[in-house]
């Protein structure tokens, strides 16, 4: 009987432990970029990363992670003790009214230069917000799955770069007119505020519009706050070849001013982005293209990207093969001329702006500049980011230097056309590079194009064999094999006549880089077809002296 106490004394200590463990409250960290092996230690000890910045990543964590990343060398603060129950806020550089107006109504803390995260121990720290201020709530899923090796990048200079004529064609289609008439409709609107119903009459007017050029389209419903709901607006031009292939041009048509409820005319910001994938829509219903390409309105954008989280985090669960995001957001107002573009990317989508600058520059377009920064994620391409997919932000300048950003008076009077047409057939010609217009009376690439790499390794040496492989094209006199070591650019020829076989065999290749491969059928009349899908073989990246053994778990392999 004794013993039974005892034993049941027990039971209850260990439970209570067992309970005390389990309600261990979560912290809010902050971990620095730091040394090549910290992704390999993320992913190795699972920890829940849940925003990528320009020099760390913000992750939720228990006592036991902290303790084995700190294991790893690697540099740990804690943000908040228990983030359990609590929404976080991301804001960029703040005055310093906003500043202490905010310190003093809840946390605010600055967790790199630029960035600061706002919360509040209860209650929603949106509400405290002043309007129009931009803001990105902190993700609450782990963005750990899709995070990737960063790899050098490097253009090749040396690569001839064929300007495709029937791009310079479509691009140079842009008509100024047609991008003043749809920024008049939507400035009409006199306010595309997220609540108000002239926003839903916004939305039914960009439907009707793509309705009306034979697209399909749908509306997404978004519940921007709780139980109301505003809606995207989705048109989609299906591929001739590769219809699962997609590629997006975005913006967002909501507004916000300090006087939103009754006049927002949001014409920079950003009629101009919805009005450049309008205008972009019109032309490409004129061209068959090989990937599908899809243009989306986000809505509740100016509330916290709310429109494009939705959308992103569907896509992602439908795991749709999203090859590239164009978001446009502000492109009509240069501060000074001539103005440049800013093409802003995280490091995984350096590819996506060194593509951009690289079309600007073969086809004469708008000047363009590179911005790689992970810490940029007030607009519509940073959910894309968040579920690894690569996506590019083109926005007149950043920061934002247009005086009338979210006042009553940005209005079509302070555009300048000239630039708007510009940028806006830079991101067209950008696009239907991606997309390929088909050519008729031309060859049609292969499909089902397989990439399998075979390493080799000894103290002396070390490479890799590349196998490809490809279905065959009824018809074809044989195939050209491309490979660069960047995607969707750069891509150099492998063989020197067209191979007649349906495999390739790429020899003795460096294991730490990357390889991106694509194939093209070429024709009895020598005739070449556009590009085939692109397949992407991983580098063999040492991690560090723990994590070897299972890198090739992490990083080896093959995605198409
Ligand atoms: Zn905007």
Redesign the pocket.
């Known amino acids: 009987m004794k013993h039974l106490k005892l034993v049941l004394v027990l039971l209850l200590v260990m439970g209570i432990a067992g309970l005390l463990s389990f309600t261990e409250p979560l912290r809010l960290i902050r971990i620095q970029k730091a040394g090549p092996g910290l992704l390999g230690a993320l992913m190795r000890l699972q920890i829940d990363v849940l925003q990528e910045l320009g020099t760390c990543f913000l992750a939720r964590a228990d006592r036991e992670d902290i303790r084995a990343l700190r294991g790893y060398s690697v540099p740990v603060a804690v943000l908040d003790l228990d983030a359990r129950r609590k929404s976080y806020l991301l804001l960029p550089s703040l005055s310093p009214p906003v500043r202490s107006n905010l310190s003093r109504r809840g946390h605010l803390l600055e967790v790199e230069a630029g960035t600061f995260l706002f919360w509040t121990e209860t209650g929603d720290p949106g509400a405290i917000l002043p309007p129009g201020l931009p803001q990105k709530p902190l993700p609450t899923a782990t963005i750990l799955p899709y995070l990737k090796p960063a790899l050098p990048f490097q253009k090749n200079p040396s690569v001839a770069r064929p300007a495709n004529d029937l791009v310079a064609e479509i691009a140079g289609r842009i008509s100024e007119d047609n991008l003043r008439g749809l920024v008049q409709a939507l400035q009409n609107f006199q306010t595309r505020y997220v609540s108000t119903p002239n926003c839903a009459t916004a939305a039914q007017f960009i439907f009707n519009y793509y309705q009306a050029l034979g697209l399909d389209v749908r509306f997404q419903d978004v519940e921007y706050s709780a139980g109301a709901i505003s809606r995207n607006v989705v048109a989609e031009l299906p591929g001739r070849i590769y219809p699962e292939d997609v590629l997006i041009i975005c913006g967002?048509y909501d507004s916000i001013s300090d006087d939103m409820t009754t006049l927002a005319p949001g014409a920079d910001?950003?009629a101009s982005?919805t009005a450049a994938a309008m205008e972009a829509a019109r032309i490409l219903t004129l061209y068959p293209l090989d990937f599908t390409v899809r243009f989306v309105a986000f809505t509740a954008?100016?509330t916290g990207l709310i429109g494009s989280r939705v959308y992103a985090a569907e896509a992602r669960a439908r795991n749709e093969k999203i090859i590239g995001v164009i978001n446009l957001?502000?492109i009509a107002y240069p501060d000074e001329l001539p103005e440049d573009l800013e093409i802003i990317v995280n490091p995984a989508s350096e590819w996506l702006a060194a593509k951009f600058l690289d079309v600007c520059g073969a086809y004469g377009l708008v000047a363009a500049n590179q911005v790689v920064n992970a810490a940029i994620i007030y607009?519509d391409h940073s959910p894309f980011w968040d579920w690894g997919y690569a996506a590019l932000l083109a926005i007149e300048d950043y920061p934002v230097q247009n005086p009338y950003y979210h006042g009553i008076t940005d209005t079509i009077d302070t555009l300048n056309f000239g630039f708007f047409r510009d940028s806006a057939r830079a991101a067209l010609a950008v696009l239907a590079e991606l997309a390929q217009p088909v050519r008729f009376g031309y060859p049609i690439a292969p499909e089902q194009l397989r990439a399998t790499p075979y390493t080799y390794s000894s103290l002396y040496n070390s490479f890799k064999n590349i196998h490809l492989s490809w279905a065959a094209r009824p018809g074809a006199a044989g195939y050209n094999i491309y490979r660069s070591s960047i995607s969707h650019q750069d891509y150099q020829i492998l063989n020197s006549a067209p191979v007649t076989a349906t495999v390739y065999l790429d020899r003795y290749l460096r294991n730490d880089s990357s390889f991106f491969y694509v194939v093209t059928t070429v024709g009895t009349d020598g005739l070449e077809s556009n590009y085939s899908q692109q397949v992407w073989v991983w580098p063999e990246v040492a991690v560090s002296a723990q994590t070897q053994a299972d890198r090739y778990s992490f990083f080896g392999g093959v995605q198409r």
């Open positions: 967002h910001d950003n982005g954008e100016e957001d502000m607009s």
